[in-house]
């Protein structure tokens, strides 16, 4: 199961390392990937500065879980198209389908098209969720892509990830829903991972993640460090400093920003933290990734 996974894992990889495109996957309410499929869970958010910042409101993450279901409906009823969300992103969406069934789909996002459209879904968002809608607005212009590849490329390149993943819920569907129902360790582990995911710019504490699985302190934290082979603080430092080093190098966005965005309070707290990591100072690793685009 785990071979498939990391397949699926790597192709993703190569669609938003090689391709530059921003690939998410999210499941139709049947626990086929948020919760369950470990190697591929951080392709379940997006990651465009744009979205980072609309997302440090929770009640934004709880309007985009809650369309996800309106996504599935419109997929069911329509297959593929390329739309615009609630916030004014524009995205290419695919199904995941076993049959006639719906069971995820795949989003190609971080596209700002329409902008004329999108002002309007940007004014009603900020005021109805307490946004700087000026702040919001420069980082569309300035964070999401104003050109989108043809039809003919993301098609080319989606339909085989969809494909993929389909023929990993017939294979194991049964054994993802049943770990699921048993609420065994995989399952819970899925659900750490898939909350660190959603939650890793905010505070995120061990009591939460009990609370969340409904056990002890001393269960998850074994249990992560076995699965993850290293401590919950390192996976969500880790974590963030990836997504980090994306906003380094796909905007201008300051540094003393990017920490925030990313789950930072202190910004020095961040160098250092990301310095550890990734083995260079932000200012270094962004100008170091840079000059080798220029090249």
């Not at 898939?194 to 269960?219: F, M, P, Q």
């Not at 796909?250 to 310095?275: C, H, K, M, P, W």
């Amino acid at each position: 199961m785990d071979i498939a996974f990391g397949k699926a894992e790597k192709y993703m990889g190569y669609l938003r390392n090689e391709c530059g495109l921003h690939i998410t996957v999210h499941d139709a309410g049947k626990g086929f990937i948020a919760d369950n499929i470990v190697s591929i869970s951080p392709y379940n958010v997006h990651s465009n500065g744009y979205c980072l910042y609309a997302k440090t409101k929770e009640e934004v993450w709880d309007k985009c879980i809650y369309n996800q279901k309106k996504v599935v409906e419109k997929l069911r009823r329509d297959g593929a198209f390329f739309g615009m969300c609630y916030m004014g992103v524009e995205e290419y969406v695919f199904p995941i389908k076993v049959g006639e069934d719906v069971v995820g789909f795949v989003s190609v996002s971080g596209y700002g098209i329409n902008r004329e459209r999108a002002y309007a879904k940007i004014t009603r968002a900020a005021s109805e969720f307490g946004l700087d809608k000026y702040e919001l607005l420069r980082k569309y212009d300035e964070e999401l892509s104003h050109d989108k590849p043809s039809d003919e490329f993301i098609s080319t390149v989606i339909e085989p990830l969809c494909s993929m993943l389909s023929l990993i819920y017939i294979t194991f569907g049964s054994k993802l829903e049943h770990g699921a129902r048993a609420g065994g360790d995989n399952y819970v582990y899925g659900h750490i991972l898939s909350y660190i995911n959603r939650n890793y710019n905010k505070k995120i504490t061990v009591d939460d993640l009990c609370a969340l699985c409904h056990c002890s302190r001393s269960h998850i934290s074994h249990l992560f460090t076995k699965k993850a082979g290293m401590g919950i603080c390192e996976y969500i430092n880790r974590k963030r400093c990836d997504n980090a080093a994306r906003l380094l190098t796909d905007t201008d966005e300051r540094i003393q920003e990017i920490a925030y965005l990313v789950g930072f309070d202190d910004s020095n707290y961040f160098t250092n933290v990301f310095t550890k990591y990734m083995g260079a100072s932000p200012r270094e690793y962004r100008s170091r990734e840079k000059s080798a685009s220029e090249t």
